[in-house]
């Protein structure tokens, strides 16, 4: 037992009181059985067996625990990365697609490693809002394909399914549905995930044959949920009080992302609206005055503000006018 | 004379237009002072005043 990670393990055990090893027993047997739906679900988005996702889900709760786990901390399947990956399953198969997240995987502790994450500051927070927004809209809308010009027989199971997720955990008492109770910063995060292994284009999971269809329709309705909670509503009840360039690089992330169906495209051009609307926000302090100088013959200009090339030209044209002004 | 004291100057394009300023100014036959820089203003427009092409 060298193994760090087992010894954190073992040592953790062993510090638990016996009341407190229940709950976080019971937690996770609950977290477990929660992932289920969920793994299910993300493996017909991402048009692979759903024992794949079963697996993989199994695998990494088993490997995060024993490795960098936090309380309150949940690493499993995401509805972000299935629909990012779904082109790949379906183009290239399994195999593919299982040395694509390892080579994520690698990609991701490379970019770790380099501190890359410095780079997170440049992020503005309107883009990440406009980012989780924008995938919302994908995940809904790669479920369209499942409730346009189906069999009737669709449309109940996907109402029946939203019913259990939404209604069934208020009659149990509380507690988070399986799946679609799952808003808040855990499913931005994991969200958030989705941008290291993407630049694929989301789109739709391939129609499964017509046996799968009661899954199928209990899928869409977990992928409903999903895109609910991925969803950052309170976005949508801020614009009156937020400046308006904020909203404006958050809707241009949105619509730049759903209109290429790339995540890292929306991004980039988020990151850039953001950059070239603050400069106009910092340039437009810049204040220039005129005023006589002290022995009566100069002038004396005052000027106040950030100089820069987005402002420093409007030096010249405040100078020159008030120069202009003053003389005649 | 330009009081910048309350301003700052962060790159080239800005040391080209105060450039640009004063030579306007000169032709004309009147000279510009340039007071109140902070440090860090002074240092990027000394390294760069003159030194740049006008477009």
């Known amino acids: 037992m060298s193994h760090p990670g087992l010894r ?3 040592s953790a055990l062993l510090r638990l009181s016996p009341r407190a090893l229940r709950t976080e ?4 047997i609950v977290v477990a059985l929660a992932l289920i739906p969920e793994a299910i679900a993300f493996s017909l988005i991402a048009g692979v067996d759903p024992r794949v996702g079963l697996f993989a889900s199994f695998t990494m709760a088993v490997t995060i625990s024993l490795t960098v786990g936090r309380p309150a901390m949940i690493s499993a399947a995401t509805g972000a990365i299935a629909l990012v990956v779904a082109p790949l399953a379906r183009s290239h198969g399994l195999d593919h697609l299982i040395a694509a997240v390892i080579l994520g995987g690698v990609f991701q502790i490379g970019l770790a490693a380099a501190g890359v994450a410095r780079l997170m500051r440049f992020l503005p927070r309107s883009v990440m809002v406009g980012f989780v927004n924008a995938l919302a809209i994908l995940i809904f809308g790669s479920q369209l394909p499942h409730l346009v010009d ?3 027989a669709a449309y109940p199971l996907v109402v029946a399914g939203l019913a259990v997720i939404v209604g069934f955990p208020r009659l149990t008492r509380g507690g988070p549905g399986a799946a679609g109770g799952d808003h808040g910063p855990d499913r931005v995060h994991r969200g958030r995930g989705g941008r290291g292994a993407d630049g694929g284009r989301p789109g739709g999971a391939a129609r499964q044959p017509a046996r799968d269809r009661p899954a199928r329709g209990a899928a869409v309705a977990v992928m409903i949920m999903v895109a ?4 950052d509503w309170h976005s949508l009840r801020t614009p009156g009080r937020m400046p ?3 909203t404006t690089v958050m809707l241009s992330t949105v619509a730049v992302t759903v209109a290429t169906h790339s995540l890292a495209i929306g991004v980039g051009v988020g990151v850039l ?8 926000r910092v340039a437009h302090l810049v204040d220039v005055t005129g005023e006589p100088g002290p022995d009566g013959t100069s002038k004396v200009y005052r000027v106040s503000g950030q100089l ?4 420093s030209n409007d030096l010249v044209l405040r100078s020159t006018t008030t120069a202009t002004r003053t003389r005649s | 004379m330009i009081d910048l004291s309350a301003a700052h100057i962060w790159d080239a394009s800005t040391v080209a ?26 240092i990027r427009h000394a390294a760069l005043v003159g030194r740049l092409s006008t477009h």
Do not use: Q
């Not at chain 2, 237009?17 to 510009?32: E, F, N, Q």
């Open chain 1, 8 to 10: 954190t393990f073992r």
């Open chain 1, 25 to 28: 027993v019971l937690a996770g």
């Open chain 1, 150 to 152: 189906v069999p009737w």
């Open chain 1, 228 to 231: 609910v909670g991925t969803f």
């Open chain 1, 244 to 246: 308006r360039s904020e």
């Open chain 1, 273 to 280: 609206v953001a950059m070239v609307l603050f400069a106009c």
């Open chain 1, 308 to 311: 820069f090339f987005a402002s």
């Open chain 2, 17 to 42: 237009v105060i450039d640009a300023i004063t030579a306007k100014y000169a032709a004309r036959g009147k000279s510009v002072t340039i007071t109140g820089m902070n440090e860090h203003s002074r």
